[in-house]
C-alpha cells in the first residue's frame, strides 16, 4: 500500500497560485492512478482532479477546470496540483489519493493527512 504526505498549502489572497505537492513512498507509485480532492468545513470531500498512472489522462471538476493543473513525475513518485487564480471558495483542505485501476470510478484506496488551503478575499 502507498503512503502519502501532502504539502504546499497555505494562506494566499485571491487571484493568487499555490502549488501542492504530494509524496509517495512505495516502489510501485508508476501503477497508481492518482487524484486531488478537498473538503470545506461543512461540507462533504469533493473530488478535484485526477491523472492516470502514466500521466496521459487527467480529468477536472467543472469548479476548477481551466484554473488548476494535476501533474506527475513518477521518477521522484511525487503528484503534483498547480492551482490559479484561487478563490475563496477554494479553501479547504486538500488531499490526496492514490489507487491502481481507479482513474474511471474516481474511488481511491489510499489518502493523505491533507493540506490546508485558505483563500482570503
Known amino acids: 500500500q502507498v503512503q502519502l504526505v501532502e504539502s504546499g498549502g497555505g494562506l494566499v489572497q485571491a487571484g493568487d497560485s499555490l502549488r501542492l505537492s504530494c509524496a509517495a513512498s512505495?516502489?510501485?507509485?508508476?501503477?497508481?492512478?492518482m487524484g486531488w480532492f478537498r473538503q470545506a468545513p461543512g461540507k462533504e470531500r469533493e473530488f478535484v482532479a485526477a491523472?492516470?498512472?502514466?500521466?496521459?489522462?487527467?480529468k477536472y471538476a467543472a469548479s476548477v477546470k481551466g484554473r488548476f493543473t494535476i501533474s506527475r513525475d513518477n521518477a521522484k513518485s511525487a503528484v503534483y496540483l498547480q492551482m490559479n487564480s484561487l478563490e475563496p471558495e477554494d479553501t479547504a483542505v486538500y488531499y490526496c489519493?492514490?489507487?491502481?485501476?481507479?482513474?474511471?470510478?474516481?474511488?481511491?484506496?489510499?489518502w493523505g493527512q491533507g493540506t490546508q488551503v485558505t483563500v482570503s478575499s
Open positions: 491523472i492516470n498512472w502514466s500521466g496521459y489522462m487527467t
Open positions: 512505495g516502489r510501485t507509485f508508476s501503477s497508481y492512478d
Open positions: 489519493a492514490a489507487g491502481v485501476g481507479r482513474f474511471a470510478s474516481g474511488e481511491f484506496g489510499s
